[in-house]
């Protein structure tokens, strides 16, 4: 973010907070890599095995692993925000990353009870 | 037994009746089957399902993927609005396990999407972080009104947020970025990104949170009952009414939209409606469809595609409400 006129008017505090978001953001964006990769490759290995009926039970565990790690994905992004949130102190958003982290578990709950 | 609609059922009579042996062979492919026709009291178009062998239901669910990215790439929609109504009209699955393999895509479009556009400064994490409140906190209810309603209201509901779809792309078809005064401060949930166009960082502030919250969560209990990734919806609300230029709010949408389609996904996973036979080859696909869509996006005339997709969502719609009174 070295652009714009925009930039020389900023406090300290702004540019502190953005740094830190910045930093979730590369954060968050490896999770997500290696979520998204680990998965679809899990899917194709699979998927191929399972069509040329090639130990089809390993297969079988192949795409169960990349739908969990597909599934799993969004809350572990949502974990890092927690502990980014508290890093910077930031409670109110710690609270409600939290909330977010609650309402995925309540779907469990739902899901198999 | 036979729509007219089944593409499948030319390529079933001819081309693939050799493979036909094989698949009576494979075992968990038709324990799958039965799983998925379970719920219905009459399922739909089962006999041309039941004839066709794993490797062409998957690749027919793999080209259905990568033709529902492709189109949800270069309209800015996710592809559910358009896999759910295939996966349902014409291969005849129930909508509930439609939905459930179109979360699967909307995930993975979320997190590879993101991940793509980690460090732009694009997405904007507090104000979404803010919103999946309201859209885990309804797709949550949304998953688990949708074990209870009948398969013929979820059709209907499909129907009119298909027409409510179509309806705003057409509203929407002259529509440019919105651009905004670099200097005002952004406050605490607003955000600044550098934008290649106008080469300039662009500020923006949030405003009316009350309904970027009530969208979010309308957002968030269709995606989870319908499987679609509920960004229609989000979008042109936080765009319009909310402040927020529309490549942050696409943005920002597309990373809520991943937790948001996994609190309804764990609800089908738990309940068996989700199967990871059908789940992957329609998120490779997606996947697929979405890298070459982003291409091909450059060149098409984004108006006549707009007209093309709504036209085609009245008709998803139509066929839908038929569907329902059956």
Known sequence: MNHGAGDAIRSDADAERSRASARLETTIGEVLRFGTIASSTMFAIGLLMMIAKYQTAVAQLLLDGGLIILLATPPARVMVSVIEYVRERDWAFVVLTFIVLLALAGSVVAAYF | ?326
């Open chain 2, 1 to 326: 037994m036979r729509s007219p609609l089944d593409p499948e059922y030319r390529l079933n009579t001819t081309r693939c009746q050799n493979f036909v042996p094989r698949a009576k062979r494979n075992y968990s492919f038709e324990g799958m089957l039965k799983g998925i026709t379970a719920g219905l009291s009459q399922p739909p178009n089962t006999g041309s399902i039941g004839r066709l062998l794993t490797s062409t239901l998957a690749f027919v669910i793999f080209s259905a993927g990568a033709v529902a990215g492709g189109l949800g790439v270069a309209l800015g929609l996710g592809g559910g609005i358009f896999l759910v109504p295939f996966l349902t009209l014409v291969l005849g699955f129930p909508l509930k396990s439609a939905a459930a393999i179109s979360l699967a895509t909307v995930i993975a479009t979320s997190s590879a999407v993101t991940a793509q556009r980690a460090g732009s400064q694009l997405v904007n994490l507090r104000f979404g972080m803010l919103l999946e409140v309201a859209t885990t906190a309804g797709s949550l209810l949304g998953g688990i009104t949708a074990q209870f309603v009948a398969e013929s209201t979820l059709q209907r509901l499909f129907g009119v947020v298909a027409i409510a779809v179509a309806a705003v792309m057409l509203g929407r078809i002259n529509r440019r970025n919105v651009i905004l005064d670099t200097t005002i401060d952004p406050g605490r949930l607003g955000g600044r990104f550098y934008e290649e166009e106008s080469g300039g960082v662009v500020t923006y502030r949030v405003k009316r949170l009350p309904i970027a919250v009530f969208a979010s969560f309308i957002a968030g209990n269709v995606s989870s009952l319908l499987g679609i990734g509920g960004g229609i919806i989000k979008v042109p609300v936080l765009n319009a009414w909310c402040g927020m230029p529309l490549r942050a709010a696409a943005a920002t949408s597309a990373l809520m939209i991943g937790v948001t389609a996994t609190g309804g996904a764990i609800i089908y996973f738990g309940r068996g409606d989700l199967q990871p036979l059908l789940a992957a080859p329609a998120v490779l696909g997606v996947q697929a469809g979405s890298l070459v869509g982003g291409r091909l996006a450059y060149g098409a005339s984004v108006k006549w595609l707009k007209l093309l997709m709504a036209a085609l969502l009245v008709i998803v719609a139509v066929l839908m409400f038929l569907r329902s009174t059956q």
